[in-house]
């Protein structure tokens, strides 16, 4: 029997974005929170670095939009950077009274106390942090306060199938009214019905053969919300880390650049310096430059890897400041504070997403995104380090304060049908699914990863029609399974970002291309795509 589950508000995901929004909410609203996993299992966790604000008096808000700019490279939203970055302090702040203990130096006084660091882009020491491990202190605080919250239902190791809508059930209007969703331990599907729906759903990096991220990101947010009609924005910008963790043990380890902000140097196979030949500030240039000079060099040399160095620095302060990185590069038999650590760049964060506007609304009425899923206009053409956070603590804020309001009206009265199964099978072939998921992400890394070409978009776009035909036929004759719901949200998105970099005929942060070296002045918009179902609405 098919479960009904109704409350005012349903947020898919459980990151920073979905957590901040639901403790962002009034105690007397009625909140539903999907998770894939465990409530804690997302980007967030993993998150190393920090979170970016103005808080030390010799720093200015004028300076972190200027350096936000200019890491954007020419397609930020200058009034979308102003709003992020002027709210910085009240969103640290807010954190801090959630109970997020961030590392403290009670020498630097200008800094209110607290240890602020420096990440590649950034021109003054502005990210706050916890140790090397930020993103656990901040995923477990909202956490233990989310699970405290009784207006809070939680359901964890539940993925969403799809996103309910008006016109999906034949109405004239275009409204979400929820959202099917798989119980991934019963496998039955369930319907939610709400009167907001929040994304939270996190990135896309999953669609690349080697990624930082946790095998959750895999772009369900936006993948969904283009199939209810939301038009999606700059997804070509998929944004590179630089340095990850090479072992053929340490599955997806970051290596924070919050080590080259304190002095690490990229060093090749024979212990030479070569970031200084590629841009003038260095280990500390954006990311994207970081990221492309070591594929270069790699690719120049043959070599499998270059190595990120910090055993000039004092073994204490390395401990001290990065113990996560120490104990888990100890475990595979490397001492960062006397060797160097082999390092390889690895998809890391999806700058583009579903358009919202400063309220986090989409597209589809009642509908909003937040965080990583969404695009917002703050990251441009690259997002520069420890703004990610930052920006989904602000937009959760600003959906919160807009769903409240939208509360407060009188909603009308909707029907919604269960989900209907009675005309599909168990699947009797799953290795089509295995199948198809790893060969996606193998030519996306091929053909459409750090370095571009026609040649390689075309073949990539060729391999990618075929297998969304094929998984549509699959999709439509046996029952819904979590592997061929992500394989199918993969293949959405990665022909989203084909066709995006097929349409940017220019090189301009992340996206670099063999056919167009130079950056296009003219060019100067977001690459936005709009989908057939797409309706436009009115915006205040």
Known sequence: MQSTHQHDVLILGSGAAGLTLALQLDPGISVAVISKRELAEGSTLYAQGGISAVMDRGDTVDSHVRDTLKAGAGLCDPRVVRLVVEDGPRAIRWLLDQGVNFTRDDSATDAGG?????????????????????????????????????????????????????????????????????????????????????????????????????????????????????RIANMEFMQFHPTCLYHPKAKSFLVTEALRGEGARLLLPDGSRFMPRFDARAELAPRDIVARAIDHEMKRLGSECVYLDISHRPPEFVREHFPTIYARCLEFGIDITREPIPVVPAAHYTCGGVLVDHQARTDVPGLYASGEVAYTGLHGANRMASNSLLECLVYSRLAARDISAALSQPAAPCEVPPWDESRVTQADEEVVVSHNWDEVRRFMWDYVGIVRSNKRLQRAKRRVDLLRQEIIEYYGTFRVTNDLLELRNLVEVADLIIQSALRRRESRGLHYTLDFPQKDPTQRSPTVLIPDAYVPRARS
Not at 157 to 177: E, F, P, S, Y
Not at 183 to 209: H, I, P, Q, S
């Open 114 to 230: 607290y240890h602020l660091t420096r990440e590649g882009g950034h021109t003054h020491r502005r990210v706050v942090h916890a140790a090397d491990a930020t993103g656990h202190a901040v995923e477990t605080t909202l956490e233990a306060q989310v699970r405290a919250r009784p207006n809070v239902a939680l359901f964890e190791h539940h993925i969403a199938v799809d996103l309910i809508t008006a016109h999906k059930l034949g109405q004239a209007q275009q409204r979400c009214l929820g959202a099917y969703i798989l119980d991934r331990e019963t496998g039955r599907v369930e319907t939610f019905t709400a009167r907001c729906v929040v994304l939270a759903t996190g990135g896309a990096n999953k669609v690349y053969l080697y990624t930082s991220n946790p095998d959750v990101s895999t772009g369900d947010g936006i993948a969904m919300a283009w199939r209810a009609g939301c």
